[in-house]
């Protein structure tokens, strides 16, 4: 069983049998959720790519949590430099088995820097495999025919979705990568959080229609998968 936590825009705490992950920890300055990052206990932090909103409070949980920050290589050592404990840098299309489970780097069509502009390599999704699960993180990206062979090679579980449109997919271009990556359940993420992404979950369901099962958390909402 694989417990999902989601905490707003593109946040999620992933907790499978041996271990417990967070996804782009964006928590200060979070408007729907307020969990203080020193109340996270994790023992890796996935980010997608640079930007303030994916990045967060990375530094400070892997900090706190003697706790490695996986995600492409520049991001990594980007991290390492500004105080992360550990890191492991990866690149898409590379895997990796780490104890909590295995991560599968995806290309995302995305920009990736820090906000002073420091490059932090390409932007990325993951594809997770914990506990005979198969989890999709898609990260900040516009529609892509990369979906199409995502959807083929892996069979997904859950599919967690860009729907804010301006910086990223909105409802209907989300709707028409649930149709490439034929996930059993996709659930909507980056929506709301700021005034440019205030699109309808609803509406991103109703696109989807009987592609997939629509499931929209509530933010701070728990999961069983
Ligand atoms: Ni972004
Ligand atoms: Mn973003």
Do not use: W
């Amino acid at each position: 069983m694989v417990k999902i936590t989601y905490f707003g825009h593109s946040c999620f705490l992933i907790e499978g049998s041996k271990g417990k992950i967070i996804i782009d920890p964006f928590l200060k300055g979070n408007p729907h959720v307020k969990v203080n990052p020193n109340e996270i206990s994790v023992d890796a932090i996935l980010v997608t790519h640079g930007h303030q909103d994916h990045l967060g409070d990375t530094i400070e949980i892997s900090k706190k949590n003697h706790a490695p920050v996986i995600s492409v290589y520049e991001l990594v050592q980007h991290c390492l430099a500004k105080g992360a404990e550990r890191g492991h840098g990866m690149n898409i299309g590379g895997s990796y088995r780490f104890d909590f489970g295995e991560v599968y780097i995806t290309p995302a069509l995305h920009s990736s820097s820090t906000g002073e502009g420091t490059y932090t390599g390409n932007p990325c999704g993951f594809i997770l495999r914990i506990d005979n699960k198969t989890i999709y993180h898609a990260g900040d990206t516009g529609l892509s025919t990369e979906m199409n062979l995502i959807g083929e090679l892996h069979n997904i579980d859950v599919a967690f979705l860009p729907i804010g449109d301006n910086f990223t997919m909105g409802p209907a271009d989300a709707a028409k990568a649930v149709e490439l990556l034929k996930p059993k359940m996709a659930i909507p993420m980056h929506y709301k959080t700021f005034p440019e992404i205030d699109q309808d979950p609803e509406d991103f369901a109703d696109k989807v229609g009987d592609l997939a099962k629509v499931k929209i958390m509530g933010f701070g909402e728990t999961y069983e998968l």
